[in-house]
């Protein structure tokens, strides 16, 4: 297996630390991989402050905060500078904060976007998948 540079979209990320089901399984099986260095987890600064504000209103703010604490043992972090708002204000994606996202992959260096929502990224040059279909990628 090669160590894929996979960068979780915020809904992903919300999915495993609220263990929203159905989708917490598949997810919590890539955290696992990366856990063991056979994937890296990247996501934005972005997604930790829009993951915070709904998950601090399901378990409470300090809860929230130890979930991203361990996440962050096994994520790493693209930040969201000047450079990443233009290219998304100057981008053809029609939601912003998707285009911050795409734009965040791209300077982390990431090989595949994993997330639910495949169509707000039509425009990626990057292969865009799900959680599941990434996990189906792996057994071919």
């Known amino acids: 297996m090669k160590n894929d540079r996979l960068f979780l979209d915020t809904n992903v990320v919300l999915d495993f630390l609220a263990e929203r089901h159905p989708f917490y399984e598949s997810v ?38 130890d979930s991203l604490r361990k996440f962050r043992v096994i994520s790493e972090i693209s930040g969201v500078d000047e450079s990443i708002i233009d290219k998304g204000l100057n981008s053809e994606f029609i939601d912003f904060e998707d285009s911050l996202q795409y734009f965040c992959a791209l300077q982390a260096g990431c090989s595949i976007i994993i997330t639910r929502n495949e169509k707000d990224f039509k425009k990626s040059v990057l292969p865009v998948m799900t959680p599941d279909e990434y996990l189906q990628s792996l057994d071919k």
């Open 28 to 65: 919590a099986k890539i955290t696992s991989l990366a856990d063991l260095g056979k994937v890296t987890m990247v996501s934005s600064a972005l997604s930790y402050a829009t993951v915070d504000y709904f998950l601090s209103r399901a378990i409470g703010a300090e809860s929230s905060k």
